[in-house]
């Protein structure tokens, strides 16, 4: 299938590991012109000059004038923004009955605030254009929400809201706007929190993966690469009809349908 993917310009949050990484690899194997933000100029250097048509910008997104030289980079490099991909670290660990005032704040400051400063940026331009994707990266605690990841299943909750509400006001611009929610898929975050569950419970990091894989119908780990597949997929010309939906990549994890 031919994803109508080339020559696209992909904007990608957080895009030097993991699963921006991930996403970012599969656009650039298809085609796209990708620009890849991190926090290290070095690092996001290093992974642009691995790709096929790519530009590393050294960014912190979470405030305005990263966003601008992100946003300001990408289309200098390559012009307008066709697909926008909202990815950034997850919040820390914790219960809900131990939340602070301060963590819920940081819950929307964190996973609500810079998604919209980014969309607000990029979004007249697709409409006027009449063409866009906005995928964020998201969780299956949108679905289900997750032990011990209640700044997590807060903040990614309210910006699934906001995200179904956009799809359907930008539908009739032909742009589309969904999440992709991960489950056990095997990255460093995944470990971090394979460790942070291990020493909660006194236990060790292997009986934890063993318990995780157990749980997943596929009893494994996804692929960052399988990930990225999808990502793809969602952000490609022949997904022009798929919008406002929270599709799984999580080797059916979440029982629900």
């Given amino acids: 299938m031919d994803l109508k993917l080339q020559g696209k310009t992909a904007l990608v949050a957080a895009s030097t590991g993991g699963l921006g990484l991930a996403v970012a690899t599969a656009l650039a194997e298809e085609g796209a012109n990708v620009v890849i933000t991190g926090r290290r100029a070095d690092r996001a250097r290093e992974v642009a000059d691995a ?8 960014a912190d997104l979470n405030t305005d004038e990263g966003i601008d030289l992100a946003v300001d980079g990408a289309v200098a490099a390559f012009g307008p923004i066709d697909i926008l991909v909202l990815n950034g670290p997850g919040p820390k660990p914790g219960a809900a009955a131990a939340l602070s005032s301060d963590d819920i704040a ?16 990029v979004l007249p331009g697709m409409r006027s254009r009449r063409w ?12 289900a929400p997750l032990p011990n990841l209640a700044v997590s299943n807060i903040g990614r909750a309210a910006l ?27 990255t460093d975050r995944v470990g971090e929190l ?7 419970r006194g236990t060790t990091v292997e009986a934890i993966q063993q318990e995780s894989r157990t749980s997943i119908p596929a009893r494994r780990y996804g692929e960052p690469a399988e ?3 999808s990502a793809a997929f969602l952000c490609s010309g022949p997904a022009s009809y798929i919008t406002g939906v929270a599709l799984r990549c999580d080797g059916g994890l979440v029982r629900s349908l």
């Avoid at 790709?51 to 050294?58: D, F, K, V, Y």
């Avoid at 819950?107 to 609500?112: A, E, I, K, Q, Y």
């Avoid at 009739?172 to 489950?183: H, I, Q």
């Avoid at 394979?194 to 909660?200: E, L, M, N, S, V």
Wanted: hydrophobic fraction near 55%.
């Fill in 51 to 58: 790709l096929p048509s790519a530009i590393g910008i050294a």
């Fill in 106 to 121: 940081a819950s929307f400051d964190l996973l609500v605030k810079p998604q919209h400063a980014l969309i607000s940026r």
């Fill in 132 to 143: 866009g994707r906005i995928l964020a990266l998201g969780s299956s605690g949108i679905v």
């Fill in 160 to 186: 699934a809201g906001y995200l179904k509400t956009l799809a359907a006001e930008v539908a009739l611009d032909a742009v589309t706007v969904n999440l992709l929610l991960p489950g056990r898929i095997d």
């Fill in 194 to 200: 394979d460790h942070a569950a291990a020493k909660r």
């Fill in 227 to 229: 990930f990225g597949a």
